[in-house]
T-cell receptor, first 112, second 114 residues
């Protein structure tokens, strides 16, 4: 079946450093991608999205990069803060479809 | 403005029992989706409902069913519970059926099957 995978299950970074979380997707027909942040005891929280007609999109302290050639997605978090500690999921879908396909998740830990 | 709410927060059941989980979408949202999140994994799509009609179904057995009410709230029912049904059940709401980018998740219901 469809799946969205992540390269690393855990990532530990120093406070203030930049974080990069990677994701590989398998469905070449997917044309819309979302990064979610999930803190303990909470549901996934939308961070940033990108459509397949773009290769980069920036938000506040976050940047998503999309490489359709190798079906790779990344989330960059600048100047990582303790509040960024969470599990990050990438998700893919086809515009107008009813479902998101999530990856396994990467746990980001911030060291003081 | 209240976000997506789910009840109960936690639930413990035994194998073979039945469970009903409830979700209230954000005011004005007409679509509700249900996801199952097993510990250590990403959420998996179960159902989407829009205007009280099922619009999508994931790869789950018929033991799973859902419905949406005229006020757009939704219930997820699981019959004949198995140990493997233990998970966090997430509800997400959006204004439109295809409004993935507007999809907001609730805090989930933690179901434990003993």
């Amino acid at each position: 079946g469809e799946s969205v995978g992540l390269h690393l299950p855990t990532l530990s970074v120093q406070e203030g450093d930049n974080s990069i979380i990677n994701c590989a997707y398998s469905n070449s027909a997917s044309d819309y991608f979302i990064w979610y942040k999930q803190e303990s005891g909470k549901g996934p929280q939308f961070i940033i999205d990108i459509r397949s007609n773009m290769d980069k999109r920036q938000g506040q302290r976050v940047t998503v990069l999309l490489n359709k050639t190798v079906k790779h997605l990344s989330l960059q978090i600048a100047a990582t803060q303790p509040g960024d500690s969470a599990v990050y999921f990438c998700a893919e879908t086809i515009q107008g479809a009813q479902k998101l396909v999530f990856g396994q998740g990467t746990r980001l830990t911030i060291n003081p | 403005d209240a976000g997506v709410t789910q009840s109960p927060t936690h639930l413990i059941k035994t194998r073979g029992q039945q469970v009903t989980l409830r979700c209230s979408p954000i005011s004005g949202h007409k679509s509700v989706s249900w996801y199952q999140q097993v510990l250590g994994q990403g959420p998996q799509f179960i159902f989407q409902y829009y205007e009280k009609e099922e619009r999508g179904r994931g790869n789950f057995p018929d033991r799973f069913s859902a419905r949406q009410f005229p006020n757009y709230s939704s219930e997820l029912n699981v019959n004949a519970l198995l140990l493997g049904d233990s998970a966090l059940y997430l509800c997400a709401s959006s204004f439109l059926a295809g409004g993935i980018n507007e999809q907001f998740f609730g805090p989930g219901t933690r179901l434990t099957v003993l």
